[in-house]
């Protein structure tokens, strides 16, 4: 998974892009994303994984954690970057699943400067939810592969994927001024009426205190139905 200075490279990328496309930090406290508990699950999760040495264990704690990652992105598909991040923790999830952990590429290793020479990593303890990458793995295109050398990390596609989602979806945050999205019906997805603006409240009160020229014409005409009439319309015949 993402380490910690890639997650706040991630979120600083969605502030600044947030703030250029006119948004605003404070809308970051207005946005109500679903079942925040489980993103909370799963860093939890992750964290204690790095602890347990036991394979088995290790993987199960791994696999829930993703799931959590992917529920919390599934309940809020309507936010900008959720597909995204979904994608991302599938791609992550596939390998570890197939391969009981996430396989990691020893040139990578030496390439993320984590050790100077091949012959050292044999002495570095991958845990229970990492190993050495070998022929009896599967989807070795999605382990972990991508030398992070600023971080000293090995990264993989689904990584970077995950990275790109939350950028995407505090970028999304930001830039959202209501906290929710509104559909093409101008209903709010949660089902709730929108909210009138000011303008528009005004002008509805106005309306209701002065009547419409249309009314006005109607009440005049009321009694002069001929004003209503074609030619001809409502002449006394006797006359014609």
Known sequence: ???LIGMLLAVAAGLVAGLAGGGRLRNL????????????????????TGAVHDRSEAVAAL???????????????SRPGMGVLLIGVTLNAAPILLDGGMPVEAHAIVA??????????AALDFGGKRHLAGPGDHLRLLDDRLPAWFSHEVLSIGDLVITIGVAAVVAGLVRDETGRRRDETGRRRDGSAPVPSRGTARRHAARSRHPTALHT???RTAGRPEALSGPGEGADPATG
Do not use: C, H, K
């Open 63 to 77: 696999i829930v954690s993703y799931l959590a990652l992917g529920a919390f992105a599934v309940r809020n598909t």
């Open 29 to 48: 406290a207005e946005g109500r994303l679903r079942s925040l508990w489980l993103p909370v699950v799963a860093v939890v999760l992750q964290g204690l």
């Open 217 to 219: 014409r109607g009440a």
């Open 1 to 3: 998974m993402v380490g």
């Open 112 to 121: 993320a400067r984590v050790v100077r020479t091949d012959a050292e990593i």
